[in-house]
């Protein structure tokens, strides 16, 4: 089985694009799809009607929960520019995604860990920054999956490959449409990818054992940094365009 997994869109339609064409000349089985769709400040409306008709599996990320769970006044920016934008549609969809994917026998797509959408799977705050995790902290974290051969999560906007032993490989494709953001939960911390380009993994079981590449993907970042400045998201350009804060 040959699987392509897209992570944290979060918006930007043009890099989802450029990603999906990347994925069209790859030959896979399955797209999945492992959440935060749209919160951010470029095209949720746009990249919801990207992605509906796809009718990828899907996992519901923090910020589909968040953007379905807002009150007026009382979210993030992000999610309020993304829920701002969105048709009851949009709104139904993010209502069916469920929190975890059952892709394939042994395959489970999960959007933090298979128990959390907070919890970050194959990395850990540490200070202001991120660094891999421990292999007892992955160990911990998918201590519930440890049957399955194939975890795919995301969260992080950062990829990575874990092999637990005596378990999955664990596979972030890191992000498609934000490479770089900081965070105050659990601390403040800073997540950079240190290039801009839309990333997604693609993952297979031909040699008999799960194996994974990780894809970078250039596309227009500057185009999608001058959206951002004009949607009143100039903290974005820096990210889209260097991949750092």
């Known amino acids: 089985m040959r699987i392509a997994a897209i992570s ?35 095209e949720p409306a746009r990249t919801a009607d990207l992605l509906i008709p796809l009718d990828l599996p899907t ?20 999610d309020a520019f993304a829920r701002d934008r969105m048709t009851p549609r949009h709104l139904e969809w993010f209502a069916s995604l469920p929190p975890t994917v059952q892709v394939a026998p042994g395959v489970l797509a999960c959007h933090g860990t298979p128990t959390s959408d907070l919890t970050y799977l194959l990395h850990s705050i540490e200070g202001r920054a991120m660094r891999p995790a421990t292999a007892g902290e992955v160990r911990d974290r998918v201590a519930g999956a440890l049957h ?9 906007h950062l990829a990575a490959v874990h092999q637990v032993e005596g378990g999955p490989l664990v596979v972030n494709p890191g992000s498609v449409g934000w490479p770089a953001y900081d965070d105050d939960e659990p601390s403040f911390h800073v997540v950079e990818a240190g290039s801009p380009h839309a990333r997604y993994a693609v993952v297979d079981d031909a040699g008999g054992a799960w194996a994974a590449e990780l894809v970078s993907v250039a596309y227009d970042w500057d185009a999608a940094a001058r959206l951002a400045r004009r949607n009143g998201r100039p903290d974005l350009v820096r990210p889209l365009t260097l991949g750092v804060l």
Do not use: I, K
């Open 148 to 156: 399955q051969r194939l975890v795919l999560c995301g969260h992080t």
């Open 8 to 42: 944290d869109v979060h918006g930007n339609a043009m890099a989802l694009e450029a990603v999906l064409a990347d994925v069209a000349g790859r030959r896979v089985d399955v797209v999945v799809n492992l959440g935060d769709l749209l919160s951010g400040g470029l």
């Open 59 to 78: 996992v519901c990320g923090n910020h589909e929960r968040q953007v379905l769970a807002a009150r007026p006044g009382a979210t993030g920016r992000s």
